[in-house]
């Protein structure tokens, strides 16, 4: 149980276009849904929490109007990294709480791995 | 302030024991967790401590102190699988969000 999609894995766009990324729960509701960014050889570092039905919040330095973040549902948040720039290539990964698991219930997607040329 | 260490690389030997220390200082503690992470890959959860103690599952171990702000996790019978990043994390007083380490990256050798 407590399985977290994310797609797609792998995507490259150019410069200036905006890639959309998905995290799906796939057998379990999340009203909170959490992004995570991952340079090379670096740790996590939370982007933006994501609440179903309201809007997300997001950490100090990342800008919200570049990383739209988008929770419709109790079992998808996505993505948004509007206007791409090189220096946004890097791995992003989501990470959902299933509640009736209590402490052991965070689960982390696949990861995306963003490449902008 | 949130400030996690970790030592940011290890080697050890295939069969060997290694620990990896943790220590923290955060404004809120709900908790800690262990994770491991292969390159590429997402991070799999390994272990959790909300309490002072060692907790013990299968090879791995973690053990915490919270007066000290400090954990580690302990791998026996190292195998070449076990090469990986290893990240600390702390929980929130909200249990809801973490606080990610830099990451641990342990290499076994043959």
Redesign the interface.
């Known amino acids: 149980g407590a399985v977290v999609s ?1 797609h797609p894995s792998r995507v490259i766009c150019k410069s200036g276009t905006s890639v959309k990324i998905e995290c799906r729960s796939l057998d379990f509701q999340a009203t ?1 849904m ?1 992004w ?1 960014r991952q340079f090379p ?6 982007m933006a ?1 994501s609440n179903e039905g309201s809007k997300a919040t997001y950490e100090q330095g990342v800008e919200k109007d570049k990383f739209l973040i988008n929770h419709a549902s109790l079992t998808l948040s996505t993505l948004t990294v509007t206007s791409a720039h090189p220096e946004d290539s890097s ?1 992003y ?1 989501c ?1 959902a ?1 299933d509640f009736r698991r209590d ?2 219930g ?6 995306t ?1 963003l490449t902008v040329v | 302030g949130q400030n996690i260490d970790q030592p940011t690389e290890m080697t050890a030997t295939e069969g060997a024991i290694v620990q990896i220390n943790c220590t923290y200082q955060t404004s809120g503690f709900n ?1 800690l ?1 262990w994770y491991q992470q292969h390159a ?6 390994l272990s ?1 401590n ?1 309490l002072d103690g060692l907790e013990e599952k299968g090879r791995f171990s973690s053990f915490l102190s919270r007066s000290k702000g400090y954990s580690y996790l302990l791998l026996k019978e190292l195998q070449m699988k076990d090469s990986a990043s290893y ?1 600390c994390a702390v929980r929130d007083n909200y249990g ?8 641990t ?1 342990l290499s076994v050798l043959p």
């Open positions: 994310q909170t959490f995570y050889k670096q740790s996590l570092m939370l929490t791995f990964i990470s709480r402490n052991y965070y689960t982390f997607g696949s990861g791995r | 908790g967790f590429g890959e997402a991070p799999t959860f959790y909300v990240l809801q969000n973490f606080v990610f380490g830099p990451g990256r």
